[in-house]
């Protein structure tokens, strides 16, 4: 088994991009090894044992040990999955492969964790959350017919190829009625390349001021996803008036955490 040992050559198969397309969320890289006996490959079923250490003599094991008994050897190939969850936090780690018990030496650099590899590649390119806060007030009264953009809450993204867009708004409105006899109604949308969002992106808020309470506050949440073509790409969020006789309506604002608005663009690639 000694002379075994010492004509083991083993190397590490580089994983391809399109295996990593499939599930690029496993930490999982396929190892190949070659093993040889007195020059000649070798064949039959040998124990096999798997660990990564900080250091590519000494140092730490980290992760657990991977064991598979009696692993079948073909004309000196092998091929196995391994997968260490947790173990590669962007540190240079080493990979110490022992054959029936006994360790091949040296240990090999393993470069990159198999789901930093898959971001190399340019897969995740373009992905991000990208958020902006209200930097003013809208009042919206009876003469905002159009929907108007609401300071603050707009931006321009570039959006790669293949990729989803979740958009999410929230943020606060307040009615500027006095008495039990004033209400408000404001009309919120998503908007996209100037466009409204007329399936799920629109919300409105009806506002009736009471005897005991006025200039009440009401909120609104909007979330929406998107596929788009790649490129720039404009998301902005915009109130309207909802309803003749309304009071003026104080929407979002630069200041007051009750009313400020935010609007949120995460780019994720498929």
Same mark, same amino acid.
């Given at each position: 088994?000694?002379?075994?040992?010492?004509?083991?050559?083993?190397?590490?198969?580089?994983?391809?991009?399109?295996?990593?397309?499939?599930?690029?969320? =496993?930490?999982?890289?396929?190892?190949?090894?070659?093993?040889?006996?007195?020059?000649?490959?070798?064949?039959?079923?040998?124990?096999? @044992?798997?660990?990564?250490?900080?250091?590519?003599?000494?140092?730490?094991?980290?992760?657990?040990?991977?064991?598979?008994?009696?692993?079948?050897?073909?004309?000196?190939?092998?091929?196995?999955?391994?997968?260490?969850?947790?173990?590669?936090?962007?540190?240079?780690?080493?990979?110490?492969?022992?054959?029936?018990?006994?360790?091949?030496?040296?240990?090999?650099?393993?470069?990159?964790?198999?789901?930093?590899?898959?971001?190399?590649?340019?897969?995740?390119?373009?992905?991000?959350?990208?958020?902006?806060?209200?930097?003013?007030?809208?009042?919206?009264? @009876?003469?905002?017919?159009?929907?108007?953009?609401?300071?603050?809450?707009?931006?321009?993204?570039?959006?790669?190829?293949?990729?989803?867009?979740?958009?999410?708004?929230?943020?606060?409105?307040?009615?500027?009625?006095?008495?039990?006899?004033?209400?408000?109604?404001?009309?919120?949308?998503?908007?996209?390349?100037?466009?409204?969002?007329?399936?799920?992106?629109?919300?409105?808020?009806?506002?009736?001021?009471?005897?005991?309470?006025?200039?009440?506050?009401?909120?609104?949440?909007?979330?929406?996803?998107?596929?788009?073509?790649?490129?720039?790409?404009?998301?902005?969020?915009?109130?309207?008036?909802?309803?003749?006789?309304? =009071?003026?309506?104080?929407?979002?604002?630069?200041?007051?955490?009750?009313?400020?608005?935010?609007?949120?663009?995460?780019?994720?690639?498929?």
């Amino acid at each position: 088994m000694k002379r075994l040992l010492a004509y083991c050559v083993l190397l590490l198969a580089a994983a391809s991009d399109a295996a990593f397309a499939v599930t690029p969320q =496993s930490a999982a890289f396929t190892y190949q090894g070659s093993l040889s006996a007195n020059g000649q490959p070798a064949n039959g079923n040998f124990d096999l @044992t798997f660990a990564l250490f900080d250091d590519p003599a000494g140092g730490n094991q980290v992760g657990a040990t991977l064991s598979q008994p009696q692993y079948p050897v073909a004309q000196g190939v092998f091929t196995i999955d391994l997968n260490f969850p947790g173990a590669f936090t962007g540190n240079q780690l080493w990979l110490q492969v022992s054959v029936n018990g006994m360790p091949v030496l040296p240990r090999q650099a393993v470069n990159a964790a198999p789901v930093a590899q898959y971001s190399l590649n340019g897969s995740t390119r373009g992905q991000g959350i990208y958020e902006v806060y209200g930097t003013g007030q809208l009042v919206v009264n @009876t003469g905002v017919v159009a929907y108007t953009v609401i300071p603050g809450l707009t931006q321009t993204i570039y959006v790669p190829e293949n990729s989803v867009v979740h958009v999410h708004s929230d943020g606060g409105v307040q009615s500027t009625g006095a008495t039990s006899a004033t209400y408000s109604v404001v009309d919120i949308g998503l908007f996209v390349d100037g466009a409204a969002t007329t399936t799920g992106g629109q919300r409105r808020l009806s506002i009736a001021n009471t005897t005991a309470l006025a200039q009440l506050i009401a909120n609104w949440s909007i979330d929406h996803t998107y596929s788009l073509p790649a490129g720039n790409h404009t998301f902005d969020v915009r109130a309207i008036s909802g309803a003749s006789g309304s =009071s003026p309506a104080n929407v979002s604002s630069g200041s007051a955490p009750q009313l400020r608005g935010v609007l949120t663009v995460t780019v994720i690639n498929r």
